[in-house]
């Protein structure tokens, strides 16, 4: 078996995860590896929103256009539904886990920084309340661990076709 299906997850689904949404499917996109990816929030928030304005803005100046995505809530069928589950931070990965009904749910369940062996942060820091600087971060450490990722399902598809 390999991973057919990623869902990220943050707190809104307005500014974090719908970035590593584009950008993981972009990275995707480029090796040719037909795997769906998704975002959702944990919260009700912002349900049936785009993007926040400045993520959208920052995606776009970083090539990777997040404008048309939609916010939707994390809904306990997304276990039935995704092979591995990406959380933003720890409070998402406990909010996630809070859901889960049994230990192959709890099993799909990871933190994105987790991908990355050398880095400071082990949470992709929530932009929301902060300043344009915020969200280039977010780029970066969410660009980091995609690419990481790419490269391991690269890998995967390469041993599964074997
Ligand atoms: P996100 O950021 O979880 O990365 O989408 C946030 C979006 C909205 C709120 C907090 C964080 N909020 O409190 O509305």
Redesign the pocket.
């Known amino acids: 078996m390999h991973t057919r299906n990623i869902l990220m997850v ?8 719908p970035l590593a949404e584009g950008i993981m499917r972009e990275k995707l996109k480029q090796r040719k590896l037909e795997i769906y990816v998704d975002s959702a ?1 944990t919260s009700s ?2 349900i049936g929103e785009n993007p ?1 304005r400045r993520s959208i803005t920052n995606a776009l100046k970083n090539g990777v256009d997040i404008s048309k995505l939609i916010a939707r809530q994390f809904k306990v069928t997304d276990f039935n539904g995704f092979d591995v589950i990406y959380a ?1 931070d720890k409070q998402n990965m406990k909010d996630i886990l809070k859901l889960s009904r049994n230990s192959e749910d709890a099993a799909k369940v990871k933190l994105l920084l987790d991908e990355l062996d050398n880095t400071n942060f082990n949470e992709v820091p ?3 309340f902060g300043g344009e600087d915020g969200f280039q971060l977010v780029f970066d450490l969410v660009n980091e661990a995609c690419e990481k990722i790419a490269e391991k399902l690269q890998h995967e598809m390469n041993n599964y076709k074997l």
């Open positions: 943050c707190l809104g689904n307005i500014c974090r995860s929030g928030y912002h926040d933003m929530d932009p929301y």
